[in-house]
């Protein structure tokens, strides 16, 4: 299966338990991302409205946003389109309303008191998983730090599941994209700031757990490995407790599952040149298989699932 093909299964899935679930498997508390009064914020389904007037205060109310896009309000005859308005022009709209027969020259102010039209959700290993309800323009980063940042669970990678419909003025009726797109970023670049990525409404970002590294082969502790940040070749190597006195470190394999490909690639590396930095020390990638060994590939692969037998479950040591 190629890493695309993973990724997409597993949003599908993601996106199958929120719909399936909806809020429950979340705490219950909902997060405002920052301060509700904001001229630039958009008005959309789900929104709560305050609607005060000067000297007029048995007129005021609070509201709902219907499923239609309108609020009803005392005193009016007839509901008001709010969704896709400013707090400005919607109180400007209901200035004119009021103005018509009911109030002469109404000074009208408009609060959006709850913005609940534009959810992110955040699961996974993170400390907060959360919906959050995005305010202003909202960077990745920020996102992670509203839900407490990565957990100790956390692996190296998250992914972000984007739908094709994120618009808040769409009508109701309007035709829906169910179109996924899935990122697949690295935490670190995100932390370091080398990944700028802006949140949409109706992003679903999970953090994911810990990755696998396999160490096998001449070393005195050989298995799998979680790793939860990056990972050099001589790390992952220290951590199996070194070497056995008859290994090759001229010659050791990292196997590779590459995107697109069906049999894991073979990449040889001489460990004298890393200790002498003659060439640097690779960082792995998430299910990379060191193999400290002169085998064949499919010998070491062999040899690698009968060594894990019996102390992983077998949808860890399965290698295709």
């Not at 200035?95 to 027969?101: D, S, T, V």
């Not at 959810?119 to 980063?141: D, M, Q, W």
Request: aromatic share 6%; net charge positive.
């Amino acid at each position: 299966m190629s890493q695309n093909k993973l990724l997409t299964g597993l949003a599908l899935s993601f996106m199958l338990i929120l719909s399936v679930s909806g809020q429950t498997a979340l705490p219950s508390d909902k997060t405002v991302a920052s301060s509700p009064s904001n001229e630039k914020y958009r008005i959309g389904y789900q929104d709560v409205i305050s609607v005060q007037i000067d000297r007029h205060a048995d007129m005021n109310q609070t509201v709902p946003v219907s499923p239609d896009g309108t609020i009803n309000l005392f005193r009016l005859e007839r509901p008001i389109v709010a969704v896709c308005k400013t707090e400005a022009e919607l109180a400007e709209d209901l200035r004119a309303a009021f103005g018509e027969k009911i109030l002469r020259n109404p000074l009208v102010r408009v609060t959006v008191t709850e913005q609940r039209s534009q959810p992110v959700t955040v699961i996974g290993s993170v400390e907060k998983p959360n919906i959050y309800y995005l305010t202003r323009r909202l960077h990745l980063l920020e996102l992670l730090g509203l839900a407490g940042g990565a957990n100790k669970e956390a692996g190296t990678r998250l992914i972000l599941v984007r739908s094709g419909a994120q618009s808040v003025c769409r009508k109701p009726d309007d035709p829906v994209d169910d179109t996924l797109t899935v990122y697949d970023m690295k935490i670190r670049d995100i932390l370091e700031g080398k990944t700028t990525f802006w949140v949409k409404p109706g992003d679903a970002v999970s953090v994911l757990t810990s990755d696998i590294i396999y160490v096998y082969g001449n070393v005195n502790k050989q298995g799998a490995y979680k790793v939860s940040e990056p990972i050099t070749l001589r790390q992952a190597i220290a951590t199996a407790e070194g070497f056995k006195s008859a290994a090759r470190k001229d010659k050791i394999r990292v196997l590779r599952r590459r995107e697109g490909a069906t049999e894991r690639e073979e990449i040889i590396y001489d460990l004298n040149q890393i200790d002498k930095g003659k060439i640097k020390d690779p960082y792995l990638e998430p299910n990379d298989m060191v193999a400290v060994s002169e085998d064949k590939v499919k010998s070491i692969l062999l040899g690698f699932v009968d060594s894990l037998k019996g102390t992983i479950p077998n949808a860890i040591y399965r290698i295709p």
